[in-house]
Structures are given as C-alpha cells and as structure tokens.
C-alpha cells in the first residue's frame, strides 16, 4: 500500500505563486510516475503534470511555462511549484503515484491523494 500526504495549498492572488507538495510512504512498493491533477467545481478531473524518473516532465497545454513539476526520490516526494497563477487555476489538487509491489514490477497500482484547495483570486 501506498499512501500520499499533500501539503501547500491555499488562497493566492492572480500573478502570485504557490508550491505543492506530496510525500508517497511507498513501503515496499516501488514509486514510478508521479504526478498532478485538478478537479475545478463542475468540471472533469484533469491532468496538470507529471513527472516519471526525475526529468521526464510532462505539462498541460493551460499550465505550460507558469507550472514546474519537480520530485525528489530519496524522499518519495512530489512538489508542483505554481507560478503567475490565474483565477481559472482555482481548484482542488490531487496528488497521483504509481507504484509496482516487489512481487510483480510489471504491475501498476494508482494511487490518489487525498486533495489539496487552491483558490487564485482576481
């Protein structure tokens, strides 16, 4: 099992910044892709950034150059540094990690934290 504490949300002004973090206590599963997701009131879950090994990044089109996913992996630690934030940013954040038992590494379980607000005001 694995199991995601998220920190770092909250209220920011449009321009401002605000960073993320998501730490995995992976036990003996092995962390693989990590990454971040928002839900907005009314709207679909949808993908913000992931981020596989620690350089292979990938960005929505909506957050692409103000959003920098970074991960640190001698601490199963996920960060999500937001910056020139807009009002349509505002949203819940979820954490999500995949992660292989030891038995079957072939396999993938998800893993969803448990969501973070973040509200950018005009």
């Known amino acids: 099992q694995v199991q995601l504490v998220e920190s770092g949300g909250g209220l920011a002004q449009a321009g401002g910044s605000l960073r993320l973090s998501c730490a995995a206590s992976?036990?003996?599963?092995?962390?693989?892709?990590m990454g971040w997701y928002r839900q907005a009131p009314g709207k679909q879950r949808e993908l913000v950034a992931t981020?596989?090994?620690?350089?292979?990044?990938n960005y929505s089109d909506s957050v692409k150059g103000r959003f920098t996913i970074s991960r640190d992996n001698a601490k199963n630690t996920v960060y999500l540094q937001m910056n020139s934030l807009k009002p349509e940013d505002t949203a819940v954040y979820y954490c999500?990690?995949?992660?292989?038992?030891?038995?079957?590494?072939?396999?993938?379980?998800?893993?969803w934290g448990q969501g973070t607000q973040v509200t950018v005001s005009s």
């Open positions: 981020i596989l090994g620690s350089r292979r990044a």
């Open positions: 992976g036990g003996i599963f092995t962390i693989n892709g």
């Open positions: 999500n990690v995949d992660a292989s038992p030891p038995w079957d590494l072939k396999r993938t379980f998800h893993y």
